[in-house]
């Protein structure tokens, strides 16, 4: 029986336009206290964000998201020491305040696309790195046609790209995570593609990372199919079914917006693998 335990990231947006709980814990109160919910329920990183990156998101300065983050960072950690906090950032001033207030894991949109000095804070602090791939940016992504030569060689060959970069800054394999994607520039049938080949990017040799919770291919896809309009809260099932499909192929970390729900159906599942 395989004995291997897949991580549940939880997440905690903290900001006012997230696509499925923005404004919901703006305040450090009401964010510290869904973070402990997310603790106790069984999250083994909370990834803390304080700019959305949904289709059509406008960017904050890193002054701005700090004054989201920090304090969320510090109350968390002195609350839970021992708890995995991640900064969701691809910032490198916003990572390094991150870190040095608790954060060990960056999950980094476009990996050092968008700021290769993040490559520097990661090296300088021997932090974690998550490097998940966008084609375009937030604001745009999903309104340009989306084309691939192959989807899942042209990813590949974004992260070798990434991974080359992160050599030359010193940073170890041991520090890197990969995260395909799902819903940054892909259309709804190359989301689907991704996640029924995850485990042809298992040739890099990296742990990998993936969010799919209540994402908006699953309310397509089952408005689609069966005719059902969804708000992002009631996509709970469709999530589970493609972390099925996702732990299946060999996937590391889960992140979820429902912990608890995903902790019970993710134990279960791991009896039969």
């Not at 060990?104 to 520097?120: C, H, R």
């Not at 408005?223 to 969804?230: D, H, N, P, R, V």
């Not at 917006?257 to 599942?269: G, S």
Request: with cysteine.
């Amino acid at each position: 029986m395989n004995t291997k335990k897949t991580q549940l990231m939880g997440i905690l947006n903290v900001t006012p336009d997230s696509f499925s709980d923005g404004g919901h814990y703006a305040t450090t109160q009401k964010a510290f206290l869904h973070a402990k919910q997310l603790i106790t329920e069984g999250a083994d990183i909370i990834d803390i964000g304080g700019e959305s990156t949904r289709p059509g998101a406008e960017t904050v300065s890193a002054t701005e998201e700090l004054q989201r983050v920090l304090p969320v960072i510090k109350k968390i950690k002195t609350a839970f020491p021992k708890t995995v906090l991640s900064i969701d950032t691809w910032k490198n001033e916003v990572a390094k305040e991150a870190i040095k207030n608790g954060c060990t894991v960056i999950n980094s949109l476009g990996g050092f696309t968008f700021d290769e000095n993040l490559a520097k804070i990661v090296a300088k602090y021997n932090a974690t790195v998550i490097i998940y791939h966008i084609k375009g940016k937030p604001k745009t992504m999903q309104k340009k046609i989306i084309r691939y030569k192959d989807i899942i060689s042209d990813i590949t060959q974004f992260f070798s790209k990434q991974i080359t970069i992160a050599k030359k800054y010193g940073i170890k394999k041991t520090q890197l995570i990969l995260d395909p994607g799902i819903g940054f520039g892909k259309t709804v049938e190359q989301n689907i593609t991704i996640i029924k080949n995850l485990k042809r990017f298992k040739i890099l040799n990296l742990p990998l990372a993936i969010g799919m919770s209540r994402k908006s291919h699953l309310g397509i896809i089952l408005e689609k199919e069966i005719g059902l309009q969804t708000k992002p809260t009631e996509r709970l099932e469709p999530s589970l079914a493609e972390t099925a499909i996702a732990i299946q192929q060999g996937v590391d970390i889960i992140r979820t917006h429902d912990v608890l729900a995903t902790k019970k159906f993710v134990t279960v599942l791991e009896k039969f693998l």
